[in-house]
């Protein structure tokens, strides 16, 4: 689990300022670990700091993301999720429920170099390769279905 000196590293390291909202989105990233949207952001910041801006909250967010210390996540329904993972992994999409799981496979990561090695796109260099599988998990991890 991360701690407070793993958080100010972080932000050191990006050559950001430590702040404490800065401290607390990035924490709250972590902890809700699901992919949350801004709002479930600011509720569970709220929970210990009821005054906090959606503003703030708002402006932090596009800071980590341009730092690179997050990801935005874009869903089938168009809200922005974030993400705190930032390893190469896949992401299995719920249609029914919104959730997110994340799908990591040296198979298939392997597949897919293969495959694009040997089927090379004209005028295309590669960089990153994301899936976004939807489908419907047989048993619904969101807590709110
Ligand atoms: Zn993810």
């Known amino acids: 689990m ?15 300022r430590v702040t404490p909202q ?15 949207t801004a709002e479930n952001i600011i509720s569970y910041i709220r929970k ?5 801006g959606s503003g703030t909250v708002y402006n932090v967010l596009e800071t980590l993301v341009e730092k690179n210390l997050i990801k935005k996540v874009k869903t089938e329904k168009d809200a922005m999720r974030y ?9 299995l999409y719920c249609i029914e429920c919104d959730y997110i799981e994340d799908f990591v496979s ?19 260099i590669i960089d990153n390769i994301k899936l976004n599988i939807s489908g419907n998990f047989i048993i619904h991890k969101n807590q709110n279905h």
């Open 2 to 16: 991360i701690n407070t000196i793993d958080l100010r590293d972080k932000l050191s390291a990006k050559g950001l």
């Open 22 to 36: 800065r401290m607390r989105v990035l924490e709250a990233i972590y902890k809700l670990n699901n992919h949350p």
């Open 48 to 52: 210990s700091d009821p005054n906090v």
């Open 83 to 91: 993400d705190g993972v930032l390893e190469n992994h896949h992401h």
């Open 106 to 124: 040296e198979k298939l990561d392997g597949l897919l170099k293969v495959f694009f090695e040997e089927n090379q796109i004209d005028n295309f």
